[in-house]
């Protein structure tokens, strides 16, 4: 069974500061792999999302990478503003289906 | 386009009441999603339709929960009978085709007393 796993749970970083959010995977057969962000209250929002076939997918300050050998996807975040506060979810596709992460809190502080 | 469109946003019940939770997706989206979440559980897949036709149910917890999509701009999600443990914030989405779900609605928060 697919465990999707999100570390940590809640991050705190100043502004303008570069970072990474984790999401690892237990089954390496997945399809894809795709980033959310969800503002308290609101639905999810599409970031990112990387084919099995691709390594990396960018938009704008977002860089996702996938490491399928290693079950691993990273969420690289540039020059974070007070905006990017948000939880930010991952979720993978694969035979057993769509299986989501429990999320990572960031607050960004101004 | 207004996005995905869900009401109601917010719905409080006593336990052993039927709740109706709706859905419009985006004009021009054939699959629809329905997702619970949770703190305890995160979020969950219960069910998506594509072309209208329910195309996997597995995440439905139980015979108390139940789908529909009768037309391609409308779709329930029926409980009968709520219990306090359906309390959670039930998400729908759409998407153009796929397992995908790229645009989701707001939400509706659902409290069972």
């Known amino acids: 069974k697919q465990e999707v796993t999100q570390i940590p749970a809640a991050l705190s970083v100043p502004e303008g500061e570069n970072l990474v959010l984790n999401c690892s995977f237990t089954d390496s057969a997945i399809y894809n792999l795709q980033w959310f962000r969800q503002d308290p209250g609101k639905g999810l929002t599409s970031l990112l999302l990387?084919?099995?076939?691709?390594r990396e997918q960018t938009s704008g300050r977002l860089n996702a990478s996938l490491d399928k050998s290693s079950g691993r996807s990273t969420l690289y975040i540039a020059a974070s503003q007070p905006g990017d506060s948000a939880t930010y979810l991952c979720?993978?596709?694969?035979?057993?289906?769509?299986?989501f992460g429990q999320g990572t809190r960031l607050t960004i502080n101004p | 386009d207004a996005g995905v469109i869900q009401s109601p946003r917010h719905e409080v019940t006593e336990m052993g009441q039927e709740v109706t939770l709706r859905c419009k997706p985006i004009s021009g989206h054939n699959s629809l999603f329905w997702y619970r979440q949770t703190m305890m559980r995160g979020l969950e897949l219960l069910i998506y339709?594509?072309?209208?036709?329910?195309?996997?149910d597995s995440g439905m917890p139980e015979d108390r929960f139940s789908a529909k999509m009768p037309n391609a701009s409308f779709s329930t999600l029926k409980i009968q009978p709520s219990e306090p443990r359906d309390s959670a914030v039930y998400f729908c989405?759409?998407?153009?085709?796929?397992?995908?779900?790229?645009?989701f609605g707001p939400g509706t928060r659902l409290t069972v007393l």
């Open positions: 339709f594509n072309n209208n036709v329910p195309i996997d």
């Open positions: 989405a759409s998407s153009l085709g796929g397992l995908r779900a790229g645009w």
């Open positions: 979720d993978s596709q694969g035979a057993q289906k769509l299986v």
């Open positions: 990387i084919q099995s076939s691709q």
